[in-house]
């Protein structure tokens, strides 16, 4: 498993976060398991966990898909496969309930709930012997059930072979892709002034690079999920003199999504040089 990654940021008090997010972007990530198993005939309902672990300090859910699914079963043993699929906090969907009689040793397909075909319908099976790299099924349940989740942690797929016919198959993998929600980014003054610069309260709500412009000079800094840190920037001599203008921050997180918000200038006032 991956650990967490370390982002310091410097904590203050209680400050009150008002800035109102501008934008948002939201973005995919792709976690595979490249763990491979003989899948004996008849594993009960128990089957075999096959896991994949997404970092602390992401975004939850907004959609996901099940890629690069590699069963291989010849002889008729496919239709002993089923799949489940569990989330960290112990959520629990059927992926995959009625097999296909073969899935070729180069089956690399797609579960998804945007597919036309169930995974568990004869239409399915014959995208799988046709174009087993591109073929893509509807879940037995709906994944949406993730949507809203939290994201961090261990992803189990758990493969069962029902024991319906004595031939036995392998497991090659899978990947999990999350869409993660947009992260979103808010701001305040900080409880303090510093000479020639902002001091800025902000939060991200997944671990984030915020980098600064507009008002400001660029900087960049690392903030922890759902912590309060603080960014410090030069202002430039316009906001100096007359606190004119807004600071831009941009948020950056670690799969990809961005968010921007902007701090007034006057709200952000700046220690008189002395």
């Given at each position: ?31 595979p398991s ?182 400001a000079g ?9 912590t309060v ?46």
């Amino acid at each position: 498993m991956t650990g967490r990654k370390l982002f310091i940021a410097t904590a203050v008090g209680a400050t009150a976060i008002l800035g109102m997010t501008a934008t948002a972007f939201a973005a995919s990530a792709d976690y595979p398991s490249t763990a491979t198993f003989a899948v004996p005939n008849n594993t009960g309902q128990a089957g075999i966990p096959s896991q994949v672990f997404v970092p602390a300090g992401r975004t939850p859910v907004q959609s996901l898909e099940l890629t690069q699914v590699k069963p291989s079963f010849g002889g008729g043993g496919g239709q002993d496969l089923q799949l489940r699929l569990a989330s960290p906090d112990g959520t629990e969907v059927n992926a995959l309930s009625v097999g296909c009689a073969t899935y070729p040793n180069t089956s690399a397909f797609t579960i998804s709930d945007s597919a036309t075909f169930s995974v568990d319908a004869p239409g399915f099976c014959t995208l799988v012997d046709g174009a087993p790299t591109t073929a893509s099924g509807k879940p037995t349940d709906p994944f949406s059930v993730f949507s809203g989740k939290p994201s961090g942690g261990v992803w189990t797929v758990t493969v069962v072979d029902a024991g319906i016919s004595a031939t036995q198959g392998s497991w090659n993998g899978w990947t999990l892709r999350i869409n993660h929600a947009n992260p979103t980014l808010k701001a305040d003054p900080a409880p303090f002034k510093i000479q020639k610069k902002f001091a800025i309260a902000a939060r991200c709500d997944a671990d984030c690079t915020v980098t600064t412009g507009g008002s400001a000079g660029f900087t960049a800094t690392q903030l922890l999920a759902n912590t309060v840190g603080t960014i410090v920037a030069p202002a430039k001599k316009k906001a100096q003199k007359k606190g004119k203008g807004a600071v831009t921050l941009n948020a950056t997180d670690e799969t990809g999504g961005t968010a921007t918000t902007t701090v007034n200038a006057k709200t952000l006032k700046v220690k008189p040089k002395k």
